[in-house]
């Protein structure tokens, strides 16, 4: 069976900004006939994310992480649908996924590698399992209950950096169902704020990319910081440290701002923040969502249920076609 497939063609150096041409479409063939244990599915959907960066250098720098190899199919979060199984968990039809879906049309898996999804709980909107009920999902909500300290009736105001993003978007949310009394979004575009404000429930929206963040942070949250999600670092998260209030947290959920640079993760702040940072008590600890897998399925109930109450507003980004993925990928280290 000939399937289409995209490889990584080139690697953009460890402080190089990724091209298109870092990517590349081929065709493979797969195997006609399955083996006992395997299931053969059609992909439905791929997500595409920003620690995929890390994975086209050579090194990614995390344990957790292995780097794509030259000429060999990418993968990351897939989900398809059943087109043959010899694995007893799973039938024809079934919508299954994995962290480590090849970014090919269709695929031959190990089935212990995937896991069967219910479309019911996103009343059939299967994409939000890669997204707000999936892993961006769980970061976002995880973040918050494992590193948030967020406390119903405590008046608390939360920040949130790359706020438009996937998980910023639906953090600031869950921040505020989970008890902020005020949610403060920093992001790209006057369009993107004025979306946090009008759809997505924050209070206000900085533009980082007009103006001075420091001065109208010190505005927008009067009585400082309490809960910073963190997911770009840089001068924006220097500038809502210094506004944070003792004995608060940050929720290191990420640092896009770094992703293109020969840094450590989590890269240490500047001399002058860390002391801030020491002065007033204020938590940093790095947060990595399959830390917690214990908590996936629940925490997934919570998410799914509140996407049908209309609680948590989702928006995605939604690109067709698999000979695309490689270019849309460079819109998350562009910006
Ligand atoms: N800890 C975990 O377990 C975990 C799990 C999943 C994801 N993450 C992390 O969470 C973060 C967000 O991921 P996501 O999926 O939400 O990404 P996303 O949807 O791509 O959103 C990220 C947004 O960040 C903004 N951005 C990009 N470069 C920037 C820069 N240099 N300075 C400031 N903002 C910049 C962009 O919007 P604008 O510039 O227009 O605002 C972009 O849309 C990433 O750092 C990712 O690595 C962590």
Redesign the pocket.
């Known amino acids: 069976m000939i399937i289409q497939r995209v490889v990584l063609n080139s690697r953009p150096g460890k402080n190089g900004v990724p091209v298109a041409e870092n990517f590349r479409m081929e065709a493979a063939s797969l195997p006609d006939k399955i083996t006992d244990g395997q299931v053969q599915a059609r992909t439905l959907y791929l997500s595409v ?3 995929m960066r890390c994975r086209m250098n050579e090194d990614t720098g995390s344990d957790y992480l292995l780097p794509w190899q030259l000429s060999e199919v990418a993968d990351g979060g897939g989900i398809g649908v059943v087109e043959e199984s010899k694995h007893a968990n799973f039938a024809k039809g079934d919508i299954v996924t994995s962290f480590n879906w090849p970014w090919q049309t269709k695929v031959i898996l190990d089935g212990r590698l995937l896991q069967k999804l219910d479309p019911q709980l996103v009343d059939g909107h299967l994409s939000y399992f890669l997204g707000a009920a999936g ?2 999902g769980l ?1 976002s909500f995880l ?1 918050i209950k494992e590193k948030g300290h967020v406390t119903q009736g405590a008046n608390q105001t939360m920040v949130v ?8 978007s639906l953090a600031g949310q869950i921040g505020r169902l989970e008890g902020c009394s005020r949610v403060v979004g ?4 006057d369009e ?1 704020c004025s979306i946090l404000v009008s759809e997505m429930g924050f209070d206000a929206a900085i533009n ?2 007009k103006g001075n963040v420091a001065e109208q942070l010190h505005e927008l949250c009067p009585a400082g910081v309490d809960v910073y999600f963190d ?2 670092g ?1 001068d ?1 998260s220097d500038a809502v440290i210094n506004q944070m209030n003792q004995n608060s947290h940050i929720i ?6 770094q ?1 293109n640079k020969d840094v450590p993760y989590p890269p240490p702040l500047p001399p002058a923040v860390e002391e801030i940072q020491k002065a007033r008590n204020i938590t940093r600890e790095r ?4 830390n917690y897998m214990d908590k996936h399925e629940a925490s997934i109930l919570q998410l799914c249920q509140w996407i049908k109450e209309g609680k948590l507003k989702v928006k995605e980004t939604v690109v067709k076609g698999l000979e695309n993925i490689g270019g849309k990928m460079l ?3 562009l ?1």
Do not use: E, M, R
């Open positions: 994310d920003p620690y892993i961006t970061t973040g950096s790359g706020a438009a993003g996937a998980c910023g920093i992001c790209g575009t993107k980082y990319k997911n770009v840089g924006i290191l959920c990420g640092q896009i701002s992703y947060f990595l969502v399959l819109h998350h280290f910006a």
